[in-house]
Nanobody, 125 residues
Framework: QVQLVESGGGLVQAGGSLRLSCAASGGTFSNYVMGWFRQAPGKEREFVAAISRSGRSTYYPNSVKGRFTISRDNAKNTVYLQMNSLKPEDTAVYYC??????????????????WGQGTQVTVSS
């Protein structure tokens, strides 16, 4: 029903910035809580950010708070992740996800029904 396609990943030096995009199709984008997760090789998938349906509320773990910003443009069916002050430990495949069943933001991956294919972010030291 819902398809998500991430873009914007790449190689960046420590301290640099990247902006990821996730384009959604199918369903009604403005009805979904949206989230970003990441997964490094051999590691569990980790919550990065979430945004409410209207975009008025956001939620971040301490590991990225103050460095990353999630936003959405419901007119364009797109969610973004602006990543500043990148560190080597941010290296991972980044996934966007849609939660079609909740109205509040959350960090539990089980809440998210649809997932994109991911985009690689590599931060060199």
């Amino acid at each position: 029903q819902v398809q998500l396609v991430e873009s914007g990943g790449g190689l960046v030096q420590a301290g640099g910035s990247l902006r990821l995009s996730c384009a959604a199709s199918g369903g009604t984008f403005s009805n979904y809580v949206m989230g970003w997760f990441r997964q490094a090789p051999g590691k569990e998938r980790e919550f990065v950010a979430a945004i409410s349906r209207s975009g008025r509320s956001t939620y971040y773990p301490n590991s990225v708070k103050g460095r990353f910003t999630i936003s959405r443009d419901n007119a364009k069916n797109t969610v973004y992740l602006q990543m500043n002050s990148l560190k080597p430990e941010d290296t991972a495949v980044y996934y966007c996800a849609a939660d079609v069943s909740n109205t509040l933001t959350g960090s539990d991956s089980a809440r998210y029904t649809y997932w994109g294919q991911g985009t690689q972010v590599t931060v060199s030291s």
